[in-house]
Structures are given as C-alpha cells and as structure tokens.
C-alpha cells in the first residue's frame, strides 16, 4: 500500500511538472464576428474562452467583437492573412474569392440533414478542405453551424420542383445561388438584406430564404405566408486564425486552440439546433403555413439543379465537387 501511495504521489508530482512546463504566454486573441453576441457563436465562443482558460492557466484570453465591429467577414479573413488579426469565425459564402473550393458549400439540395453536414464537415472531407487554408494564409480550427436556408413565400408552398416557378425571390448575391435559383424555374433577385423586409411587405418580391431562427427574429411571418423546408443551403461557418500568427504560437498554444474550438463547437451546434427548433415552432405558432419536402422530392430537387453542380465545378474546382459527392455517396449507400 505504502508503495501504491508512493507511486500516486509521483505520479500527481509528474503531471503538475507537465503543467508547469506547457509553454503558454499571455495572450488576448481577438475574435471578429459578423453576428452578435446573442447567436449561437456567442455561446461557442463563451465555452471556447472557458477552455482556454483552463488548459492555459488564464494565459489564453479571447475578446469578441460582435456585428462586424472589425469589418465585415471578408475584410476580418483579410486581415488574418496580413497577419494584423487572429481570429474570425465566418461563413464559407463570402471567402470563395479566397479560396474557390469553399464554393462547394454554396451548391443547392447538398445535405439532406445535419447528420449528413456533421458527417461530411468532421470527416475526410472536412479535413481536405481544411488542409487547403494554410495555402491562403488561414488555419482553420473547427466548422461551426449556421443552419440550413429555406425558402418562405407570400403564394403558395412549394412542395416539389414545379412549384418555384413564378416565384420572385431575393437570394444573396451570390453566382451560386443565383443560378440555383434560376435553375428551377424562380425569378432570382439580389438585394441587401436590410431591404428584404420592405420588398416582401410591398410585394416587390415574393418571397427570400434563410435559417429559421433568421426567418423568426426578422419578423418575416408578417409579410410571408408559407415556409416550405427546402433545406436548399448549408454553408457552415469556419473558425480561421491567421497562419502567421498561428506559427509563433508554441505547440502548447496551438494543441489549445484546436482542442478549445472543437469544445466550442459542441456547444455551438447544440445551441443552434435547439434554437432553431424553438424558432420554427414560433413560426408556426404565428400562423405560417409550414410544409417539409418528401424525400422522393428532395431528389428530384437534387436532380433539377445537377446542371449548377457541372457548371460551378468549373470555378470551384472539378475534384472537389467530385469528392464531395463521392462522400456523400457514401454517407448516403
């Protein structure tokens, strides 16, 4: 027993020696965010700096700015790759200028479902793309979740291919998008998103597409009628670091950020699907129509828009498209 005891205390010495001994500085990372505090990023990066906190012996700090205080997504991804920046947690969409493989997040009817996106994101796929960042300066840390986009109108549900005809919906401005949208029959619009609620209310437009919890809080259930689950887009957000900055860190720190942000990640996701389930049951409780797309139906979706895939294969890289849906082909078999 004497000699358990004498073993247990060298072992406990030996790990607070290791402890002592992990190079960690002091640091203040500053976290750039084009939503605010009060998203479901808000709380993954509250469970990130917990994190931190505890691995780094409160060497390791984050401070966030909310709602594009830095710049928007675009110019904090810039700033990162000069190195005046260390972290932003973005959507793939605004990057593909950067990176053109990120693209393939943008194509339409990709995932059927968030175990599909989890699947495909923390898998082999993930990491390929992953493993293209540090070619443009960028290390990415995690995929965190931003939802699926569906369509809401002031006509009809669409619950098939034949229904988006007629339609005049504003998407982002986005090549992707907008050829998706077009593809099945819709009259795609650009706008600006502080616009979008006007052009509905005035029936300039019939009708946009976003995540629930969007559709929700933008009060679009008082100009918009029918709310079919498309699920036409999934495009995650990327937890980014700069790589010249991620290069100075010890292996300590480095080893801290991954482990920290896939903590976050957890709790992000979470969060976002329970609000997103709390939003869609609000929509329904303020008088929309709701309607799910059947999986013969789905299909057919996927199959209508095959020619967006061929032609963005062009910009966003023929391998990568073809891996993905070999991935996915997978998942699904």
């Known amino acids: 027993m004497r000699k358990f005891g004498l073993l247990a205390a060298v072992g406990a010495l030996a ?11 002091d640091r203040t990372i500053r976290v750039s965010n084009g939503v605010n505090a009060e998203h479901p990023v808000g709380n993954g990066v509250a469970k990130m700096t917990s994190c931190l906190a505890t691995k780094s012996g409160g060497k390791m700090k984050l401070q966030a700015f909310w709602g594009g205080a830095l710049g928007g997504d675009l110019q904090a991804t810039q700033a990162l790759r000069s190195g005046t920046q260390e972290m932003v947690i973005t959507s793939t969409s ?7 493989d990120l693209g393939v997040f943008d194509l339409p009817f990709l995932f059927a479902n968030e175990k599909e996106a989890d699947s495909i994101l923390d898998g082999a796929f993930g990491k390929f793309i992953s493993d293209k960042m540090p070619g443009v300066g960028l290390v990415n840390l995690s995929y965190w979740e931003n939802g699926f986009r569906n369509l809401t109108n002031s006509k009809k549900p669409v619950a098939k291919v034949e229904d988006f005809p007629g339609l005049k919906v504003r998407v982002m401005q986005n090549n992707i998008f907008l050829d998706t949208f077009k593809t099945v029959g819709a009259n795609a619009v650009p706008m600006a998103f502080q616009e979008v609620f006007p052009a509905l209310e005035t029936k300039a437009i019939d009708g946009q597409e976003n995540p629930f919890v969007t559709i929700d809080t933008s009060k679009f259930y008082e100009v918009q009628k029918y709310l079919s689950v498309t699920r036409h887009a999934y495009t995650p957000f990327m937890v980014l670091y700069s790589k010249q900055l991620y290069d100075r860190l ?39 129509a709701i309607n799910e797309i059947s999986a013969p139906e789905q299909k057919r979706m996927r199959d209508a828009v095959k020619p967006v895939y061929e032609r963005g294969a062009a910009t966003i890289g023929k391998e990568t498209v073809d891996r993905m849906q070999a991935e996915l082909a997978k998942i699904r078999s």
């Open 250 to 288: 010890s292996a300590d720190e480095q080893k801290a950020l991954v482990d920290c942000s896939a903590e976050g990640q957890k709790e992000q996701r979470s969060v976002s699907r329970a609000l997103s389930d709390k939003s869609l049951a609000n929509l329904r409780a303020r008088g929309m």
């Open 94 to 100: 605004p990057l593909v200028g950067i990176l053109s």
């Open 15 to 25: 790990m607070v020696a290791g402890a002592a001994n992990a190079q960690f500085a």
